[in-house]
């Protein structure tokens, strides 16, 4: 990764994506070929109504502390208890924080990010990956949350904005 880390000494790749697009297996493949440490935003949402209201806290828990130097710590949400959890995640200085869910690659974000990667695949695909990955019940939840975060990717221009667009469209 050759462009200069812009959070303190961390380079930040931010992998962002509509659901399904394939954020996630990116990141690990990603992590696998260079050291770094990984953020999933799904860990940082307040539940379903939380989908774009986790950035406070990624940023005053994970990237601030990061670009001072210091560990990152987050409590991860329980999706079964519909709470976050007591106990808190270290987040070590690492080389690379890749931080990956939607809406990861917000303008917000993307002025300290050495790399944006915006993920799409069409809808068909994604909501097939959904229906095997999360079932069938929580469809529903997922049909409202698909039409928000079409709404956020139009508004913010995120794959407009995003050095590396891979897939094969929304």
């Given amino acids: 990764m050759a462009e200069k880390p812009k959070l303190g000494r961390t380079r930040l790749v931010l992998i962002d994506g509509p659901s399904g697009a394939g954020k996630t297996t990116l990141a690990y493949a990603l992590a696998g070929t260079i050291p770094a440490e990984i953020v999933h935003t799904d860990d940082l949402l307040d539940g379903w109504a939380g989908q774009f209201t986790y950035w406070a806290r990624l940023e005053s828990q994970i990237l601030q502390p990061i ?74 939840h997922l049909r409202s949350w698909r039409r928000r975060e079409e709404l956020h990717f139009g508004a913010d221009a995120t794959a407009w904005c995003a050095g590396l667009v891979i897939g094969s469209g929304t």
């Fill in 67 to 140: 670009a001072s130097g210091e560990a990152g710590y987050y409590q991860a949400y329980n999706w079964v208890e519909a709470r976050f959890d007591e106990e808190w995640i270290k987040v070590p200085v690492p080389e690379v924080l890749i931080v990956e869910g939607v809406g990861a690659g917000r303008e917000q974000g993307r002025d300290r990010a050495s790399l944006v990667i915006f993920v799409s695949e069409p809808l068909a695909v994604r909501e097939a990956r959904s229906l095997a990955r999360d079932g069938i019940e929580m469809q529903e």
